[in-house]
């Protein structure tokens, strides 16, 4: 089994910045690729960016490509989101997630979830 847990989200006004953590544990082996989702209140849940195993390619949905930035540290398990110039549609809870996968962007091949962390973006 492999455990994630995020941290980072919080409050912060248009325009503003905010960085999400990632921590994986466990089987971490097991793990290929990682990405973050997001999720708003009555919406579906959203991919929002992917970062794959072994080269680190990155990949990352329309509506965050050029203001998102994810990374990795193989050496620490951990995944970060580097959230710039957020928007107020930027509001959701934003869930990490490892896949066995080498690379995907569909939230059914990814086996392990997160809590997830809430970001609110107010205007």
């Known amino acids: 089994q492999v455990q994630l847990v995020e941290s980072g989200g919080g409050l912060v006004q248009a325009g503003g910045s905010l960085r999400l953590a990632c921590a994986a544990s466990g089987r971490t082996n097991n793990i290929g690729a990682m990405a973050w989702f997001r999720q708003a209140p009555g919406k579906e849940r959203e991919f929002v960016a992917v970062i794959s195993s072994g080269s680190g390619s990155t990949d990352y949905g329309n509506s965050v490509k050029g203001r998102f930035t994810m990374s990795r540290d193989n050496a620490k398990n951990t995944v970060n989101l580097q959230m710039d110039s957020l928007k107020p549609e930027d509001t959701a809870a934003y869930y990490c997630?490892?896949?066995?996968?080498?690379?995907?962007?569909?939230?059914?091949?990814?086996?392990?979830w997160g809590q997830g962390t809430q970001v609110i973006v107010s205007s």
């Open positions: 997630a490892a896949s066995k996968a080498y690379y995907s962007r569909t939230s059914r091949t990814f086996e392990y």
